[in-house]
């Protein structure tokens, strides 16, 4: 029979009293939370359903959670809810994937080579202040109008930003701690892959995080330029023909979505950082 742990993987039998009074206080507020977040969005949905009810605002310009509600009901049953989702999903993940592996694999090398860092580093700001949105038209020519395009813009966003985020940490390593791995022999691998690595395991985190959120703005980004299907392109083409409930809709699905991303992150977080 196993033991119960607490939520460092302490055996329960082991804490004192003392500290698992403060382990039920923490999960007591931690529920506490997760109840005050449901509630906030039972009532912001609430309220927006009744201030659609009674017209205090025009329905068709805010529509409303039930309208959505039918709207969403109505793809589902056509089959193009799925299918819109999974195109959007795939072109976000595969521009999330090659962003963050592209930035952190920059980030190593330029700390691996400082004089690398030093003749990239503007290029590398000038990328980061560029309006991606301005390189459209020469990326639809370069990639034609297909997802490919959606990918790359996704990817130009969040590149940039992984390689920042991600140097940032590894140039954050304690010199001191460097100093002493030199002293006992170490060459600059083993410092990477002993030291330098694992203290920016929390930037890496960190970034992401951050990286979720980039990877959505580029791939509705691209949808809004170049697209044939996507949850972007729902959101473009009920604009065009006024059904802002098909507009509502597909905005309310990108946010469960993003959501659900971005716990996922937390959750890779939570067992890093219990590891």
Known sequence: MKNKTDGAGVPAAACSPEHALYLKKRRREGLLVQI????????????WELVAAVKL???FIISSPSRIAVQIAALAADGSLFYHIGVTLWETLAGFAIAV??????????WWSERLRRVLEPYIV?????PKIALGPVIIIWFGTGSAAIVFITVLIGVIIATMQMLGG???????????LRSMGANKRQILQKLVLPSALPQFVGMLKICVGMAWIGSIMGEYIVSKAGLGYLIVYGGQV???D?????????????AGMYALVALAERLLVRR
């Open 36 to 47: 005050a977040r449901f509630s906030l969005l039972v009532a912001l949905f609430g309220a």
């Open 57 to 59: 605002v025009d329905p």
């Open 101 to 110: 592996a592209l930035g952190t694999g920059t980030a190593l090398l330029l």
């Open 126 to 130: 000038v990328l980061n202040s560029l």
């Open 170 to 180: 590894f140039l954050a390593t304690d010199k001191n701690k460097i100093l002493l």
């Open 242 to 244: 006024f059904k802002l």
């Open 246 to 258: 098909l507009v509502m809709a597909a905005t309310v699905i990108l946010c469960a979505l993003a």
